[in-house]
């Protein structure tokens, strides 16, 4: 393997590879990223057998080949390099020769046979999905996500194939078991997902940081990612890189018996000032549980909460509550995770009694809700 | 004490005392900001009884008096607010209540009776200093000093008065043991320092805050930072706000005898050169020594390093080296920490062998000098 390539490009892709492997892997070439050396250029691979990377960049190739590094020293090299190219060279015992201006460097490296394959997948079977709505979902739901490592099968969003009206719809659902946010997207047809599958968080975060911030301009074409589901992966390509995921094996919990359907109170207020009420109120609360208790009177809504350390704190917001007084408490930090990926102006909080769960919905986009588990007072 | 205040005064002061107090104090009151309402405004000290601060802002005070409160909640609160008048009334039990708005915060407050008195200082005793000649001795010399607990003499930064030709002349010097750091201002006379003073780094830190980016623009006055010294004190204040700091007890040890004075082989290179090249070729160090090993030729100085791991690094630098062959290591994170300091284009570095220190100097700037220890090969 040897090749030329500019510092920007290589860069470029040693900064994409970096998330993905693994920093104290136990499988030393975990921590590694495959250079593959052909025709007009080379791509670069890093996996941590879960979720998989694998990106093309120009480069200019004396001899194709393979070889494998550390990504991040690789990284740590190049980023130091003055702005020209870049030759690498692999040698006999598997360790690479990086050439840049005056700067030799001999980097030692692995078998590149031993590199985990990914997994196969076929062209045809990708199909175009716009990326806004793609980047819109996942960010509306995946912080709902469980983070408990035991938990395996909440540790990521569940993506269902469902029929909305007579129409094909996409629906997303996260949840930790104290929280759940669940949108659809109609009119987005998804082959294979009537059993729906579970995509794990890190997965699903490299996809969106492939999509990037391209957001559509007005006039532009709408960008598109190419998705592709096989029997236990799935995989989003977008100019010339593909982010491999391995679903999460598993039942996802029957999470429609969760949602309340009776919530019959009904607050609506605007989004901002509901957020700006809670982090002041909620700097009393206790670091852990975060509860803030809600008194819902006519035409009021008080929120408060009370730590044995530091005090107590009250606020009260008129609104256009009328129903039976109320009090229930929830996690201030729950609401405000919901209550900040949520794209509306106004908001509405629906309730029942303090023992059922509360949901928060944007109003103008009730395809999207958050759902709360109250907190025993 | 009762005070009526706008939310953006409050929050300055708030904002000025929070790198003061002690997140996990054993004394409960050094986690407090003592609040005192007098006339026209407020003051607001902390301390943790080495480095004290205390500022005034203006307020409505309608009732004179003190009280003690949480630094940490009262900042989380009072950031959370509107830009509104905040109104603060002391209770009987030493609480305070804060109201704004619609908002209402009762603050778990501690008799004031029991805040750590600051020390008396005199008003004639402060003396002006030109606050960009303080700021960058302080940031030439501050990042050598030892972050060793049980190197207390070591943990700051050693002021002495000393005569150069004549002239009263200001120096500061830093140490670890591994490396120092050294800078002169002569036509500076500052009294009783003729046996030198220790000052600890959190206090310089804080002074150089207080200071600000105040950096003198061509045709304004230069501005000033009024500096007092007492027995066991240095006191600064600038705009309304002064930061007390205890001196360090101890000897600082004999820093002189360790400047080698017979390093007659010189190298003179662009500084953003060396940096450069020592980030490059310390990339392939290990983590902990960062060792590069220096080869000085007629005409040449390459740098190498080599780690188990992960490979090796080389380059080479054309310089005007006429002496002897000459292979000696340093530690690349103390020749970086240097050099990033120095403000001018080139610098000189100064050897002798592979067992005698290195010193680094600006050219053009000899005032100011940093010596690095040799590693072992």
Redesign the interface.
């Known amino acids: 393997m040897e090749f030329r390539i500019n510092k920007k490009d290589f860069l470029k892709g040693l900064a994409m590879v970096q998330t993905i492997v693994e920093r104290r892997s136990t499988i030393p070439i975990l921590s590694n990223t495959l250079i593959q050396a052909a025709e007009e250029g080379i791509t670069l691979t890093a996996t941590d057998l879960e979720t998989a990377i694998k990106g093309w960049f120009p480069a200019s190739v004396s001899l194709e080949g393979q070889a494998s590094v ?1 990504a991040r ?1 690789l990284f ?2 190049v980023r ?3 702005e020209s190219e870049i030759h690498l060279q692999k040698k006999e015992n598997n ?1 690479v020769t990086l050439i840049s201006e ?7 490296g692995i078998n590149p046979e031993e590199f985990p394959p990914l997994p196969k997948f076929k062209e045809e079977d990708f199909r175009p999905f716009p990326t806004g709505q793609f980047t819109e979902m996942i960010e509306r739901t995946v912080f709902a996500a469980s983070t408990e490592e035991s938990r395996y099968n909440l540790n990521g969003v569940f993506f269902k194939g469902i029929e909305v009206d007579g129409q094909p719809t996409l629906r997303m659902v996260a949840t930790d078991g104290h929280r759940l946010s669940l949108i659809d997207k109609t009119g987005v047809e998804f082959s294979s997902l009537e059993k729906g599958i579970i995509l794990p968080k890190k997965g699903l975060l490299e996809i969106k940081k492939l999509i990037g911030d391209g957001a559509q301009k007005e006039g532009e074409k709408e960008e598109v990612i190419h998705l592709s589901l096989s029997e236990s992966n799935f995989v989003a390509k977008k100019e010339g890189v593909i982010v491999v995921t391995r679903l999460i094996e598993g039942e996802f919990p029957d999470y429609e018996s969760v949602i309340p359907k009776e919530n019959d109170k009904t607050v609506r207020l605007s989004r901002e000032r509901f957020i ?2 809670l ?3 909620s ?2 609360a206790s670091d852990k549980g975060e509860g803030v208790v809600f008194e819902f009177r006519k035409g009021s809504m008080a929120l408060s909460s009370s730590s044995q ?9 008129e609104v256009d509550y009328s129903g039976e007084d109320l009090v229930a408490g929830f996690n201030a930090r729950y609401l405000l995770d919901a209550l900040a990926v949520m794209g509306a102006e106004e908001v509405l909080f629906e309730l029942k009694d303090n023992t059922t769960a509360g949901i928060l919905k944007p109003v103008g986009q009730e395809e999207h809700l958050c759902l709360v588990m109250p907190m025993k007072l």
């Open positions: 550390s020293k740590e090299i130091e390099l003055h360790w005056k700067s030799v460097f001999n980097i030692a700006s009420c982090k002041r109120v700097t009393m350390d530091f005090g107590d704190a009250k606020e009260e917001i």
